[in-house]
């Protein structure tokens, strides 16, 4: 079946180091890929989003790769900030008919001033 | 636009209560969806709505029920609430294109305490 696998956290790096959060999935087809981000006591907010391979998705500094050979979408950003702090959240989804986001357990970022 | 909205924020219930849920979608948003989030099993999809009909459901059990109305506002109900009912309950809505993948936008949850 469909699935997404993150790293497991927590992630706790210092302001202005550089952030990696890798994410595969396994799917059949050609899924949409997201990340999303939820901070403390909130919902979950759009990060950025892809929807065909070697599409790159970018917002606020983050930006992630769709790679089909790898199965890919690892997010990075170049310099993090104390109020990137949050859990990020890796998932895919076929929308349509099928709108139906399939998420990964999460990855736990603290950022350190 | 006004985002996804939810009501309650928070609730507690008691065990074989039963409690609703509502969430109200992003203007011109056909599709609703609901997702479960606990410490345990994480993010999960519970149920999907379109033109007031359920299209996808998850793997909960039946005491888990929802409805969409006309206006695309969403409910959902659990009956005979357990300790493990406890969570966060997200929904999430998207306009739903027919050619194009869509994007779940959502509402900042309904926190369900079941003592």
């Known amino acids: 079946g469909n699935s997404v696998t993150q790293m497991e956290g927590p992630v706790t790096l210092s302001e202005e180091a550089f952030l990696t959060i890798n994410c595969t999935y396994t799917?059949?087809?050609?899924?949409?890929l997201f990340w999303y981000v939820q901070y403390p006591g909130e919902g979950l907010q759009l990060l950025l989003k892809a929807t065909k391979a070697d599409d790159k998705g970018s917002n606020k500094g983050f930006e992630a790769t769709y790679r089909k050979e790898t199965t890919s979408f690892h997010l990075e950003k170049g310099s993090v900030q104390v109020s990137d702090s949050a859990v990020y959240f890796c998932a895919l989804d076929y929308g349509g008919a099928t709108n139906k986001l399939i998420f990964g357990t999460g990855t736990l970022l603290a950022v350190q001033p | 636009k006004a985002g996804v909205t939810q009501t309650p924020r928070y609730l507690i219930k008691t065990r074989g209560q039963q409690v609703t849920l509502s969430c109200s979608p992003i203007s011109g948003h056909r599709s609703v969806s609901w997702y479960q989030q606990t410490p345990g099993q994480g993010l999960q999809f519970l149920f999907e709505?379109?033109?007031?009909?359920?299209?996808n459901k998850g793997n909960f059990p039946g005491r888990f029920s929802g409805r969409q109305f006309s206006n695309s506002r969403s409910e959902m109900n659990v009956s005979t609430l357990e300790l493990g009912d406890s969570a966060l309950y997200l929904c999430a809505s998207s306009f739903l294109a027919a050619t194009s993948t869509d994007t779940q936008y959502f509402g900042p949850g309904t926190r369900l305490t079941v003592l």
């Open positions: 709505y379109f033109s007031e009909t359920q299209r």
């Open positions: 799917a059949t087809g050609y899924p949409s």
